[in-house]
């Protein structure tokens, strides 16, 4: 399984960008799909998650600001980010966890991560 994460760029504060992560799998094959995070010198975080279901959820700091949703026919999760702030900068990487049966462990698959950078 391969994940395409694109998207990242550089914005002013206040300004917006939409990330992509396009699945070459059947994203309805993943138990969950996420966003992280990883700034400078700090490790990484998550940020958003959208559940096989599609329940949704995402960190305090982001809350009104950042959307997480996901397109199952082209198989490509989305992180729609507004209202950006310096702090934001990051490279953002997606995820997605293939749940195993049993108690074998799920396997996790990462994108090679895409760089935003929010300028003050």
């Known amino acids: 399984v391969q994940l395409q994460a694109s998207g990242g760029g550089l914005v002013q504060a206040g300004g917006s960008l939409r990330l992509s992560c396009e699945a070459s799998a059947n994203i309805v094959s993943f138990a969950t799909m996420s966003w992280y995070r990883q700034a400078a010198d700090k490790g990484r975080v998550m940020v958003a998650i959208?559940?096989?279901?599609?329940?949704?959820n995402t960190i305090d700091s982001v809350k009104g600001r950042f959307t997480i949703s996901r397109d199952m026919i082209k198989n490509t999760v989305y992180l729609e980010m507004s209202s950006l702030k310096p702090e934001d900068t990051a490279v953002y990487y997606c995820?997605?966890?293939?749940?195993?049966?049993?108690?074998?462990?799920?396997?996790?698959?990462w994108g090679q991560g895409t760089l935003v950078t929010v300028s003050s």
């Open positions: 995820n997605a966890e293939r749940k195993m049966p049993d108690s074998t462990p799920s396997i996790v698959y």
């Open positions: 959208i559940t096989k279901g599609g329940s949704t």
